[in-house]
C-alpha cells in the first residue's frame, strides 16, 4: 500500500485561504467516504481536523474544511492565522481495510 | 474525558521483540464500533499506519508489517498492546496509539502523547 500524495509544502499569508491536496487511487481515497486530517505541530501528537472527508469535530473552526473529487481530497484552510502553521496529514481506508496516510505537508504562514 | 497513554521500552536492541502497551480511559473496547490502532513515525517523517483492533477482536495489520507484528486486547485492563519482532533500526520512531470507530474508519481521535523507541546496539 503505497502512502498517499501530499505537495512537501504549501505557503500562504495570514487572511488567505490555502488548500492541501491528497492523491490516492482507485482503491482508497476514490472508493470511500473515509479521508481524515491531521495538524501535528513539532514533538506533539496529530490532532483530528476533518473526519469522514468532510467533517469537523466538536471544537474545530469552520475555517477548516474537506472535500473530495475522484481520487483527490483537500483540505482547504480559509483565512490564515499565525497559529495554522504546522504539518497536516491526510488519511484514507484502504479497499484492503488496512489504513494510509499521506507523506504530510508542511504549511508556512508568511 | 478520554485519554490514551504509550508505554514501553525506549531503546531496543536490533533483532529484540518490541512491546509496547496503550493504556485507555473514558471508553471501552466492548462497546460496539470502538477500535484502537497504532500509527508511528520515523524522526522528521511521515506518520505510517501500523494495526487496528476492533471491539469484536478483529485485526488488520499493515501489509509491509504483517509478518511482524501482533495487536491484542485487555479489556479489563483497558489495554491493547502491540508487538513488533526482530527490531531493526529503521524501525526508530515514535509510535502513538488512538482511538478510532469501525463507522468513521479513519477517525483516529484522540491521540496517545506518543512513545519514542530507539532501536540500537
Known amino acids: 500500500q503505497s502512502a498517499l500524495t501530499q505537495p512537501a509544502s504549501v505557503s500562504g499569508s495570514p487572511g488567505q485561504s490555502i488548500t492541501i491536496s491528497c492523491t490516492g487511487t482507485?482503491?482508497?481515497?476514490?472508493?470511500?467516504?473515509?479521508v481524515s486530517w491531521y495538524q501535528q505541530y513539532p514533538g506533539k501528537a496529530p490532532k483530528l481536523m476533518i473526519y469522514?472527508?468532510?467533517n469537523r469535530p466538536s471544537g474545530i473552526s469552520n475555517r477548516f474544511s474537506g472535500s473530495k473529487s475522484g481520487n483527490t481530497a483537500s483540505l482547504t484552510i480559509s483565512g490564515l492565522q499565525a497559529e495554522d502553521e504546522a504539518d497536516y496529514y491526510c488519511s484514507s481506508y484502504t479497499t484492503s481495510s488496512t489504513r494510509v496516510f499521506g507523506g504530510g505537508t508542511k504549511l508556512t504562514v508568511l | 474525558q478520554i485519554t490514551l497513554k504509550e508505554s514501553g521500552p525506549t531503546l531496543v536492541r536490533p533483532t529484540q521483540t518490541l512491546t509496547l502497551t496503550c493504556t485507555f480511559s473514558g471508553f471501552s473496547l466492548t462497546t460496539s464500533e470502538v477500535t484502537v490502532g497504532w500509527i508511528r513515525q520515523p524522526p522528521g517523517k511521515a506518520l505510517e499506519w501500523l494495526a487496528v483492533?476492533?471491539?469484536?477482536?478483529?485485526?488488520l495489520y499493515s501489509p509491509s508489517l504483517k509478518s511482524r507484528l501482533t495487536i491484542t486486547k485487555d479489556t479489563s485492563k483497558n489495554q491493547v498492546v502491540l508487538t513488533m519482532t526482530n527490531m531493526d533500526p529503521v524501525d526508530t520512531a515514535t509510535y502513538f496509539c488512538?482511538?478510532?470507530?469501525?463507522?468513521?474508519?479513519?477517525?483516529?481521535?484522540?491521540w496517545g502523547q506518543g512513545l519514542l523507541v530507539t532501536v540500537s546496539s
Open positions: 469522514d472527508v468532510n
Open positions: 488512538a482511538r478510532s470507530f469501525s463507522s468513521s474508519l479513519t477517525r483516529f481521535d484522540p
Open positions: 483492533i476492533y471491539w469484536d477482536d478483529d485485526k
Open positions: 482507485s482503491s482508497d481515497v476514490g472508493s470511500y467516504k473515509y
